[in-house]
């Protein structure tokens, strides 16, 4: 923002009236902002308003207060969901954040073949979600998986595991694949973040004698922890509410054990048929995204200098 | 930019000073193995998509064969069955209208916004411009039942317009976001000088600020035709019969009846319609990642 703030002032013949322009300014904006409030907002609040409400897809409903929220906390899939959904957020989260810093220190400098590498690095990130965990669903196999077969060849395992059909490796490999598709995307994050660290800065951090976990911790991430922390919130926020990779993968089977939130709102809300309760269901994480979105915001607030 | 004024890497080569690793050690044998190990996960689903791509179904269903290698000679069956047998080149085609369109809402509505925010001083433009990037966030999945109404009452449901018309709720935040940096970025004597020879706002704009920010103008295009391919649960909800599906759900729904999974096809459709998105999206990773971290270089 400092080349706006001490820009060199319009002549004023050029300038005009500056209210003026300033109108003409936000009706500039105008467009984007109606399309989002129109499209993203209406239907936000129309939302909310649907979880208040006993709407189905074939009549409107009534306002009923918090009824569905009351019924959704009494149905046991739905704390199933809720608990799978907190228990995949915090350890995919906790596994991509590790990973990525890793790699992320794995690429750095140069060295040969690093842009192939980077290359190859982010294909699970650019390939299409739905595409990639399809590829997976075909890895997990429940007779011609190739992890079972590789394990088998290597003797890890004396007998075939079926991954998607026994709960706690059902769920190992919804957070694997949700891991395996974040984990570029963090490591190029935190790469940008520490190639545009000021070197002077933190060599004159430097501490001797300590050790390089220490310096790690006391040097290296304090300087980065905005950008970790941005990344960490915005992962939270997107792992919180996926959908696509158990949708495809598990469908939330085994008999609910890897039911997530957001997909168990589309089977009531969709096939089901029950706007108002799967509203409620996808909107309960609402207070807790709107936290984290705050914060996230805030933080890049201050990068920008405006805090 | 900081980052522009220093040589390249300065940053990331103090970090590991600072951690004591010499240039000896960055190089060891530990580093190349676990990079080696990370690239085999990495890319073994792609190998994995592309073998099963290219063999004999008698090859995929056994269980003595090894699946890593081709046990009988290679076969285009399953590409064929995918172009033949399914609508898989309509799908394409499909996402590529879905895509172009929302390009083109994307850029009508996030060009003039980005440009008013970044460069008309108007009163509270940061704080606009913050508020429309945090409705990227604002994910699917808390708006599909809603949007299924509004899609409805529009009459759009079951069409591929429904998708250009949603979709871009998620490209426009992050466009208006993307292309305030790259106007930001463009000096305001340039803009100033051409003001004074006698130019318009608009001549200005469209002969002088678009044409230097076409990286900017090219970055936000792609990121809203890549979300456009990304996109999943809204072609899920909008989108049922076959002939308007996009690519993604295409592939995903109509290769697999009821039990049948057609996998050879099913990874044959993933690689032809995954492998472009893949390259376009990394060709403008580094402005992708510039808009994420927000001026990180500043």
Sequence with gaps: MASVATGVALPRAVAGPRRALHFKGYLLVLPAVVYVLALLGFPLVLGIWYSLTDTTVARDGHFIGLKNFVEAARDPTFRLALRNTVIIAAVATAAKITLSVALAFLMLGAFRGRSVLRTLFVLPWTIPVALSTIAWKWMFHSQFSVINWVLLKVGVIDQGIQWLGTPIPAMFAVILVSTWRAVPFGAIVIMAGLTALPADVIDAARVDGASWWQRFSQVIVPLIAPILFIAILFDLIFTLTELTVVYLLTGGGPVDQTQVLANYALQVGVPGSQLGLGAAIALFMLPLLLFMTVMALRTIARREGMA | MIAESLPRDAGSRAAWRVLGLSRWQRGTTLRVITLAVYTLLTVFPFYWMIIT????????????????????????????YLLEQTRFLTWMWNSLVIGIGVVIITLITAVPAG?????????????????????????????????????????????????????????????????????????FEIEEAALVDGATRAQAVFHVILPISRAGLAASGMFAFAISLQAFLYPLVFTSSTAVKPVTLGVVTDLIRGDLFYWGSLMAGALLAGLPVAILFNYFLDDFVEGITAGSSK
């Design chain 2, 53 to 80: 791509t290219f063999k004999q179904n008698s090859d995929l269903y056994s269980e003595t064969n090894n699946p890593l290698w081709f046990n009988a000679p290679p076969t285009l069956d399953n590409v064929t």
């Design chain 2, 115 to 187: 440009y008013a925010l970044a460069r008309l001083r108007l009163p509270g433009a940061e704080k606009l411009g913050i508020a429309i990037f945090a409705t990227y966030l604002v994910p699917p999945t808390l708006l599909f039942i809603p949007l299924t109404r509004v899609v409805h009452t529009l009459g759009l449901q079951n069409t591929i317009w429904s998708l250009v018309l949603v979709l871009p709720t998620i490209s426009i935040p992050f466009s208006v976001w993307l292309l305030m940096g790259f106007f930001k970025n463009v000096s």
